[in-house]
T-cell receptor, first 113, second 113 residues
Framework: GENVEQHPSTLSVQEGDSAVIKCTYS??????FPWYKQELGKGPQLIID???NVGEKKDQRIAVTLNKTAKHFSLHITETQPEDSAVYFC????????????WGAGTKLIIKP | EAQVTQNPRYLITVTGKKLTVTCSQN?????MSWYRQDPGLGLRQIYY???????DKGDVPEGYKVSRKEKRNFPLILESPSPNQTSLYFC????????????FGPGTRLTVT
């Protein structure tokens, strides 16, 4: 079955710098890749997603890139701010999986002032 | 306000005492799911439901039961809780049509002693 690996488990960056979180997946049939942000004491919330027919997607300071050949995708956050501190999860899904997401283990992002 | 609610938010119980965690969504979503979150393991799916009276096992269903008698509600039942079910539990829902976005509840922190 599908397996999603996420790295690093913890990432500490200076405020204003960029942060990159990487995920790899095993099932070449996966075609939907969302990223969720979990703030302390809350449930995860979708921040950006990408489908396999697109190589890159941006939304203000966040972007996701997808390399289907290498089976990896990455979350990029530029000009990091204190409110970016959270746990970030990547996930993968395939069109015939009844909306089932296979989740990465999560990355704790710490923004240092 | 569109939301997923869970109750209770915090629960401390003893081994073997049956409990139910309720989940309700007001978005008319067909898909609902239960996850548990443990440190270093990310989100693991317990059970999911594609619609009323349609449920299926996720990755870690042992020791749990669910039911979907109404579209808006998806309770999680632990008939004989054990200490290894101590965890943070999340309910989520999705329309599963135009968007695969999953909307999460605020979580239920369960401790079984």
């Amino acid at each position: 079955g599908e397996n999603v690996e996420q790295h690093p488990s913890t990432l500490s960056v200076q405020e204003g710098d960029s942060a990159v979180i990487k995920c790899t997946y095993s099932d070449s049939a996966s075609n939907y890749f969302p990223w969720y942000k979990q703030e302390l004491g809350k449930g995860p919330q979708l921040i950006i997603d990408i489908r396999s027919n697109v190589g890159e997607k941006k939304d203000q300071r966040i972007a996701v890139t997808l390399n289907k050949t290498a089976k990896h995708f990455s979350l990029h956050i530029t000009e990091t701010q204190p409110e970016d501190s959270a746990v970030y999860f990547c996930a993968a899904s395939r069109w015939d999986s009844n909306y089932q997401l296979i989740w990465g283990a999560g990355t704790k992002l710490i923004i240092k002032p | 306000e569109a939301q997923v609610t869970q109750n209770p938010r915090y629960l401390i119980t003893v081994t073997g005492k049956k409990l139910t965690v309720t989940c309700s969504q007001n978005m008319n979503h067909e898909y609902m799911s239960w996850y548990r979150q443990d440190p270093g393991l990310g989100l693991r799916q317990i059970y999911y439901s594609m619609n009323v009276e349609v449920t299926d096992k996720g990755d870690v269903p042992e020791g749990y039961k669910v039911s979907r008698k109404e579209k808006r509600n998806f309770p999680l039942i632990l008939e004989s809780p054990s200490p290894n079910q101590t965890s943070l539990y999340f309910c989520a829902s999705s329309s599963g049509q135009v968007s695969y976005e999953q909307y999460f509840g605020p979580g239920t922190r369960l401790t079984v002693t």
